[in-house]
């Protein structure tokens, strides 16, 4: 898919270590605006400790972000948790869990957020999420709660949720890990919605159908290293690293 020539999303140098464990080692990536871009390998192999850095729910040891306008550099002199909480804000996020609120319905889940955090009206905030909830699919189930949806729902329900924050970009860690195949390919569904939109997305995933199927650009990570990245079709037919064959084998 053609991008911009900046990067949307640049990373550079990062490191991340956990009790003395190199969790991420010097990692460089660029993301553009408009991809879909999946990150594989091995569990634990820092896949989603990035996502995690990316919008700031953990701290990075060294390296620099930078998404649009906003620049986090862990080796400069800046005000971390300023530019962190900036950098938080381009984000939404979908985890592994649903998450959703068990006592609020879906509409008051997904009016929720924008209500406290940017200071809407309920009214406002309603107009935001309902054609969200149509576009997810559930608008039918506006009062259900989270505990009368299917798998399947629910993670559509916490992508509107994310959705309605209005964020530039969308991460997902393992959104379907979950679910069986016919809810992972609802939910699946409105992620290539999302990309027609040319909303920038970020997924760790360990379903590599979808990943062939879908993903504009292929990030494969061992041991915390960068090892390949390419479209799925120079990863999946002709990988150029040795680890990658083997991954992929397995």
Known sequence: MPHTLTPHIDVRNLDKTYKNKSVLKKVCLDFF???????????????????????GLERIDS?????????????ADQKHEERTSALRRNFGMVFQGFNLFPHLTILENLIKAP??????????????????LEKVGLLSH???YPSQLSGGQQQRA???????????VMLYDEPTSALDPWLSDEVFAVMRQIAAE??????????LRFVRE????????????????GSPTELFEAPQDERTRRFLKR
């Not at 390296?63 to 080796?75: E, Y």
């Open 198 to 207: 040319r909303m920038t997305q970020i997924v760790v995933t360990h379903e």
């Open 214 to 229: 879908f993903a504009d650009k292929v990030i494969f990570i061992e041991d915390g290293e960068v090892v390949e990245i």
């Open 158 to 168: 916490a992508i509107a949720r994310a959705l309605a924050m209005a964020p530039k």
């Open 33 to 55: 605006e408009g991809e879909l871009t999946a990150v594989i390998g091995r569990s634990g192999c820092g896949k989603s400790t990035l996502l995690k850095c990316l919008n």
């Open 142 to 144: 506006i009062d259900y």
């Open 115 to 132: 209500m406290v955090v940017k200071k809407l009206r309920r009214s406002e905030a309603s107009a935001i999420a309902i054609p969200l």
């Open 63 to 75: 390296g620099s972000i930078r998404v649009g306008n906003v620049f986090l550099d862990r080796n």
